[in-house]
């Protein structure tokens, strides 16, 4: 199967974030392993059931051409190219929310010593992860984990669908010692841990790569999980999540709200607080209650 023609090449970096452009191939089927093969400007994979989408910061037509020769079971569907803040679907600069101040690594000299002095300041590069701060669950989840640390200590966390780890390292930077980060996609994983060492905090947070559902029995102190509805209605009705002290439930529209508070009802579990952003996004607080 032959590409379209190629694309003009990428204007050179700014310096402003990592990529000015990214030059993204849609493909059917997943690679076989990772393939050693890509010369140069390959930035990741992010798989999602049987689709893989290859990100370059430079036009790849002849690699993906060469790529689809070496594994003749993936199918060309589309290429694109697109400003990174458009495949971000924001430009993402240092904002505050509450006692935290994220910042892109772009924006600040990792290697100040009054980087995290003011505020609870995190290192944040998202790489291709969306999971900015941004977006209104995020920061219903910081106000809640803000919540959680001044009511109680907040020792073990375990943070499914951590995305580019952002809330792990919101635990961590209020005292959590022992944090536990999971998502399923490998890129997202692979970003989570860059963002854990950029904050240097290697030996407080673990990053793994699985199913919410394998992980929602380790023992923590407190659960957040910002996560689609389906995979939350497996972790509400698991005994992992009876054992967690806390609780934040986020990512749900009202509908699987409503649903998730209804499955609620049935366990020893109080809600403590509820946050509702725009008529559409929900997050859930609470606590188990000691029989």
Known sequence: MRLPQAHQNSRKKTGITP???????YLKGRLELFDQKFQRDFIGNWEEENDSILFFSRSADQQIEKLLH??????????????????LGEKFSTFEHGTFRILPPWEVDADRV??????????????LVFGTGTHPTTRDCLEALELAADSMQISSVLDLGTGTGLLALAAARLGSER???????????????RNVRLNRLEDRIVIAQGRAEDMIAYSTDLLIAN????????????????AKKRYILSGLMRGEAKHIANTLQRYPVKILKQWTQDGIWHTIYGKMVQK
């Open 70 to 87: 070496r594994q003749p079971h993936l199918e060309y569907v589309d290429s694109y190219r697109m400003p990174y803040n458009q495949w």
């Open 227 to 242: 996560i689609h509805y389906d995979v939350m209605q497996n972790l509400v009705n698991s005994k992992g999540f009876l």
């Open 114 to 127: 009054d980087v995290f002095t003011d505020k609870l300041s995190i290192l944040l590069d998202p790489g």
């Open 19 to 25: 990529y000015e452009e990214l030059f993204i191939y």
């Open 179 to 193: 944090i536990v980060g999971v998502d399923l996609n490998l890129l997202a994983a692979k970003t989570a841990r």
